[in-house]
Structure formats: structure tokens, C-alpha cells
């Protein structure tokens, strides 16, 4: 019987499960190099963790390492139902909620070691988080998509610790009933953008889809809905879908260096935003606040069916 301490939380109303204990050797090297090996050789283990029967689609697993620099925090591995991330704001507002419930930090600014960079974490003394990310840009601006069943889309492309296609036109009014429907659009717009050939960076695939239109409330700045790999919707309003919304704003000069954003998501709970100007984009910050929601044993057992998930997105 295979035993995985886990403390669970949620940010905005999205799932974080952090692992503390039970994982799989990776001890040495960057977390870009540990993110490879646990791909390769750990896959099992981030079933077991994230897919049901002991997870959901819209959790995203923290994989708690002890990081390179011995001055940071702690170093973490994210992934989902589909496979791992890049980085993860709410879940990374997950983490340092999680230390401080463990005890390991206090309020203040602590390092965070991430397969896509080092991130600054502050903690403050109400229990909120910001997180000031790695450096966001937009990629390319205005890119005409034909999606079936949907017509012509245009969006941008941009970077935010993960890919996003970003589009502020929407057929669909971005609210809680619409929610299957959104889901159903943004799907056909990821694969779209596949079939099309539209990447990132080197071949990049582009595995979140934003969709934003204006705030629900008068004191928000915008509103959106995000599609994470795996076709799992984004209960928040998406630390690394804000951070990517950040760049494309400053690049168009609809957002000033400092001046703050308040991103509300589907669910209507808000990050709060801003941006600093460095070479090639910005670094945004992003305040949001996390809640412990349990804590405990996972059990995985080699006589049970599903012992290592029921994977629903393995043909995603």
C-alpha cells in the first residue's frame, strides 16, 4: 500500500493539492530537469495524485520539493489531469498558503523555484498572497483563427508561465449557465489552433484558451474564462492567464506600469493585478488569497482497478 500525504486548498474557488510527503525520488537538479524525469518516469504517480477516483478534473496537483537554492522556499512541479504545467499562480498562492499552514514559513517574501523560473512569493499578515511571476509577453497579436461550428476568431498569443490564446470576442456570455457551452467553444478554438499550426515559442503547443470580455461587477477591470489542458475550466481567474492578459494590455497600451487590474473570473471571485516593464514585457503580480480545505493520506493499493486514476483526458 503506497501512502501520499497530501494538503489540500483552494484559491479563488480552484483546487490545489499540494504533496508533501511520498514522492518520487527527484531530489537534485532544476526543476526543469526534475519536471522531465517525473514526465518520463513518474507519470503513474501524477495519476494517482490528480485523476479520480481521488481527484478531479479541475485540481491541479503541487509536487513539494526541496529546491536547488537552498535560500528559497521550497521548489514544486505542477500538473493536472492532462500532464504538467509550467508554472500555476493559484496553485503556486496553494504552495505558500500550505507552508504556512505547515508551519514552514511566516509572513514575508520567500523564493519558489518552478520548472519555468523562480518566482518571489509574499505572504502577508491576512493571509494573502501575491505572487510576482516570471516575466510575461505577448508573442503575436491579432491572429485570425477559423474554427469549425464557431467562424472567424482573433486573438493574441501570449506567454504568462504557460501558452495562451487569448480573444476578447465571444459569442458567449462569460457566466456560470454558460459555462458547458463556453467549455464546448473553447475546445473547438484549442483545437483550431492545432490544426492551424499556431504555437509558441518553439513549436510550443498553446494548451489554454482565454476568453475575457467586460467585468460582471462595475469595480472589476475585466472578466474571463480559461480552458487548461485536459479541456478542465479554470474555477479562478487563472494567475498565468491574468499574467499573459497583462502583457497583451501593457503591449497595446490599455495598461499602464503599475496601474492596477482587478481580473474577475467565471466564478466572480477577483485577482488583483499590475504589471512592471522589463525588456520584451512585463513581470505581473498577482494577489489572491488561498483556504485550506483538508489535509490527509492518499492510499494507493496495486489490487485496486483505478489505483492509478480513470484517465479520462488520455486521448485529449
Known amino acids: 500500500m503506497q501512502r501520499i500525504r497530501v494538503v489540500d486548498s483552494h484559491t479563488a474557488g480552484e483546487a490545489t493539492r499540494v504533496v508533501v510527503e511520498g514522492s518520487p525520488p527527484l531530489d537534485t537538479g532544476s526543476m526543469a530537469e526534475r519536471r522531465r524525469l ?35 522556499a521550497a521548489g514544486v512541479i505542477f500538473f493536472n489531469n492532462r500532464g504538467c504545467l509550467g508554472m500555476c499562480g493559484h496553485g503556486a498562492m496553494g504552495v505558500v ?16 523555484e518552478t520548472p519555468v523560473g523562480t518566482i518571489t ?49 465571444c459569442p458567449i456570455l462569460l457566466k456560470r ?16 489552433l492545432a490544426a492551424a499550426g499556431i504555437t509558441g515559442d518553439d513549436g510550443a503547443e498553446i494548451d489554454h484558451v482565454e476568453l475575457t470580455a467586460p467585468p460582471i461587477d462595475p469595480a472589476n477591470s475585466g472578466r474571463n474564462f480559461v ?13 498565468t492567464g491574468t499574467s499573459a492578459h497583462l502583457a497583451c494590455l501593457f503591449a497595446d497600451r490599455r495598461l499602464q506600469e503599475g496601474e492596477p487590474w482587478r481580473q474577475e473570473g467565471i466564478l466572480g ?15 505581473p503580480s498577482i494577489t489572491g488569497r488561498a483556504h485550506i ?23 485529449l
Open 293 to 315: 480545505t483538508g489535509e490527509g493520506e492518499l492510499l494507493v493499493s496495486p489490487d485496486d482497478p483505478f489505483a492509478y486514476g480513470i484517465d479520462l483526458a488520455r486521448e
Open 177 to 192: 449557465s454558460s459555462i458547458p457551452e463556453l467549455v464546448d467553444y473553447s475546445t473547438r478554438v484549442w483545437r483550431a
Open 227 to 239: 480552458l487548461c489542458p485536459g479541456l478542465a475550466w479554470d474555477r479562478s481567474p487563472c494567475g
Open 269 to 283: 471571485t477577483v485577482f488583483e493585478a499590475t504589471a512592471r516593464a522589463v525588456p520584451g514585457g512585463v513581470v
Open 121 to 169: 512569493a509574499r505572504l502577508h499578515r491576512d493571509g494573502q498572497v501575491t505572487i510576482e511571476n516570471v516575466p510575461a509577453r505577448r508573442t503575436a497579436s491579432a491572429i485570425r483563427l477559423e474554427v469549425p461550428g464557431a467562424g472567424a476568431v482573433c486573438g493574441d498569443v501570449a506567454w504568462g508561465g504557460n501558452w495562451f490564446y487569448i480573444t476578447e470576442s
Open 97 to 112: 498558503t500550505t507552508l504556512a499552514h505547515l508551519g514552514r514559513i511566516d509572513a514575508g517574501d520567500h523564493t519558489i
Open 38 to 72: 517525473f514526465e518520463e518516469h513518474f507519470d503513474i504517480f501524477r495519476r494517482s495524485v490528480i485523476l479520480e477516483p481521488r481527484g478531479t478534473e479541475g485540481m491541479v496537483g503541487a509536487l513539494l520539493l526541496t529546491p536547488e537554492d537552498p535560500a528559497a
